[in-house]
């Protein structure tokens, strides 16, 4: 367990639905970072949050937006959801710069 | 902006025998640099990192990297490899000028190793 918890850990939607990816930092970590894994793109940078704050943005689509709540848990909402968004979605989190503690993903199967 | 490139997306090696995966970087500040694992199923564990310092690091379950600045290569390598190997490895880079770290990631090499 590397004490960062995602949920769920599959999920299997419809195309233009939405879903809510969760996810749970390490105790003490204010930073978390979302990627998604796919066999095409490989492993692409999401989204940074820190203690609340969106700080970076990367190949991350309109129709995909999320936050950090107060007690550090944050949230990936997917809309209108395509064939091609399905992947692989990690998050990960970290106290300072060297290097990430990752969860062990969400696989979202998009039909 | 920065990039990986991890040389073969699969190599193949007996048990027992020296494993190498290549990894070079590019990156216009001096870079962090990480290995990653995924076994089937899982998440990411970080194998080992480089920040500063030393530019040969040790890493979890025997492996190791160096970081050769002139040649803008961190190759992982592990003496003998075990069955129990067999994964997929990323090599990353980290842009952390502004306090925080994103990382960017290669495509990954797919380890094999047979008896």
């Known amino acids: 367990d590397s004490g960062v918890t995602q949920t769920p850990k599959h999920l299997i939607t419809a195309t233009g639905q939405r879903v809510t990816l969760r996810c749970s930092p390490r105790s003490g970590d204010l930073s978390v970072y979302w990627y998604q894994q796919s066999l095409d793109q490989g492993l692409q940078f999401l989204i940074h949050y820190y203690n609340g704050e969106e700080r970076a943005k990367g190949n991350i689509l309109e129709r995909f937006s999320a936050q950090q709540f107060p007690d550090l848990h944050s949230e990936l909402n997917l809309s209108s959801l395509e064939l091609g968004d399905s992947a692989l979605y990690f998050c990960?989190?970290?106290?300072?710069?060297?290097?990430?503690?990752f969860g062990s993903g969400t696989r979202l199967t998009v039909v | 902006a920065q990039s990986v490139t991890q040389l073969g997306s699969h190599v193949s090696v007996s048990e027992g025998a020296l494993v190498l995966l290549r990894c070079n970087y590019s990156s216009s500040v001096p870079p962090y640099l990480f290995w990653y694992v995924q076994y089937p199923n899982q998440g990411l564990q970080l194998l080992l990192k480089y920040t500063t310092g030393a530019t040969l690091v040790k890493g979890i379950n025997g492996f190791e990297a160096e970081f050769k600045k002139s040649e803008t290569s961190f190759h992982l390598t592990k003496p003998s490899a075990h069955m129990s190997d067999a994964a997929e490895y990323f090599c990353?880079?980290?842009?952390?000028?502004?306090?925080?770290?994103?990382?960017?990631f290669g495509k990954g090499t797919m380890l094999l190793v047979s008896p």
């Open positions: 990960a989190s970290t106290q300072g710069t060297s290097g990430y503690t």
């Open positions: 990353a880079v980290s842009d952390h000028r502004s306090g925080y770290s994103t990382l960017t």
